[in-house]
């Protein structure tokens, strides 16, 4: 029989043989634009973030509010459009909601970026970002459904291999509000038209 130090260490060799490989580690984001720069602060957590709490009027619920954790992109990594589109299947309340009722907003934080350190999720330091509008069918055939394609497999390609039979679709929020808090001093104001005419030739705030 071996000694009690010899079936220790043996313990522990194959402990380590059975851990789990180590995950990924959280890609470096670009530098978080400075409390001044509002819009570029709501299109940089538009492109860092891949998914977010999407915002239905309930048709199963007489009209409650419903909220849903989805995966979203607005663009291929580094090329961020600011407009999120999304792969549903009306299998879920969220898109039959929308079909029926095209009302939508879709919340961002930066918290699960890492940038926050530990402070909480609700200290306005830590940004947070509404988006208010329409969720609207793309066409498939369509020009833009090919970008729309692209922005969402690239940042999560199982999406490629979910069910055919479960007949997703690709949604567009069409923006018609912004609330964004980034600092002290309440919201800031941004206009659809700002908030995604921004970058067009500064890519820095959309890189990972």
């Not at 978080?32 to 239905?56: D, F, I």
């Not at 999120?84 to 299998?91: D, Q």
């Not at 918290?111 to 329409?134: H, Q, R, S, V, W």
């Amino acid at each position: 029989m071996l000694p009690p130090a010899r079936l220790a260490l043996a313990a522990a060799l194959l402990l380590l043989l059975h851990l789990p490989a180590p995950s990924a580690a959280r890609p470096i984001v670009a530098a978080k634009p400075a409390p001044s720069e509002a819009t570029a602060t709501a299109r940089w957590l538009a492109a860092q973030n891949t998914w977010g709490v999407l915002s239905t009027i309930s048709s199963d619920l007489n009209g409650a509010p419903f909220g849903n954790v989805v995966s979203y992109s607005d663009g291929v990594p580094g090329e961020g459009h600011g407009t999120p589109y999304f792969y549903l299947t009306t299998l879920d309340p969220t898109a039959r909601d929308a079909l029926d009722d095209e009302r939508t907003s879709f919340t961002l934080s930066e918290f699960p970026l890492g940038t926050c350190g530990k402070i909480d999720p609700e200290n306005p330091t830590c940004a947070k970002l509404t988006l208010t509008g329409k969720l609207k069918l793309v066409d498939l055939q369509s020009s833009e459904a090919e970008l729309a394609k692209s922005a969402l497999f690239s940042k999560h390609p199982e999406m490629k291999d979910w069910p055919k039979n479960h007949h997703f679709k690709i949604f567009k929020l069409e923006i018609e509000n912004i609330f964004l808090i980034d600092w002290f001093g309440g919201p800031k104001p941004i206009s659809p038209s700002q908030y995604l005419e921004f970058g067009r030739n500064q890519h820095s705030v959309m890189s990972s």
